[in-house]
Structure formats: C-alpha cells, structure tokens
C-alpha cells in the first residue's frame, strides 16, 4: 500500500506524509457500509488523531457524523481510502468507481 501512497502524492504534486497507523480518523457510517463517492481532508494531526476525516455521498452538518477509529482499521473497514492517507495536512480527495480527484486545501490549516 505505500507505494500507492507514494504514486498518489507524486501524481498530484504532495508531500508525503503517512500518519502513524496508531492514530485515529473521523469516519462516518456511510463510508463504512462502502458508499460513493468517498470523501476525505486531512486537518493538521492533532491528540492522537490523524487529522483524517473520511465520509461518503452528500455533507451533513451533523454533530454524530464522524466517529473515531484506528487508522489499522480501514484495511478492513474502509481500503478505498488507504492510497490517499499519506496526503499531507492541507489536502483532499474524492474517489468513486472511475473517478479520483486530488486538490490541495489550505483553508484546512487555517481551522
């Protein structure tokens, strides 16, 4: 899997910046159950977190939208996110079956 982390930043222009898989992400349950498109940005790492949020389909301002997990999870839980997780804090992705899109966001650090 890192050399598709690799592939994805160098495709794109990234530094790369795996979090330690001992963190954890914001992840919501659609993006368990597999929804499309899957949605994610990355926050500066913070209190054990990686600053990874993950998420599915439309946005929702809901308090209970994410909810924690280990990064070691997603292997299982959620690999369709695994090749964009060493995107540095700044950044965004948004995948579905033949589609993937990649864009620097630095209003991400500013929060």
């Given at each position: 899997m890192?050399?598709?982390?690799v ?9 790369f910046?795996?979090?330690?898989g001992?963190?954890k992400?914001?992840?919501?349950d659609?993006?368990?159950r597999?929804?499309?498109?899957l949605?994610?940005?990355r926050?500066?790492?913070?209190s ?8 599915s389909?439309?946005?929702s ?9 280990h ?7 959620c ?10 804090p700044?950044?965004?992705?948004m ?15 500013e929060?």
């Amino acid at each position: 899997m890192e050399q598709a982390q690799v592939d994805i930043c160098e495709r794109y222009g990234a530094a790369f910046s795996p979090p330690d898989g001992a963190m954890k992400v914001g992840i919501s349950d659609s993006a368990l159950r597999g929804e499309v498109p899957l949605h994610g940005l990355r926050h500066e790492p913070q209190s054990g977190t990686s600053g990874w949020f993950i998420w599915s389909g439309e946005w929702s301002d809901a308090a209970d939208l994410f909810k924690p997990l280990h990064l070691h999870h997603l292997a299982d839980d959620c690999p369709a996110a695994l090749p964009f997780l060493a995107l540095p804090p700044g950044w965004r992705f948004m995948t579905a079956p033949g589609h993937e899109d990649v864009w620097p966001d630095h209003t991400l650090l500013e929060q």
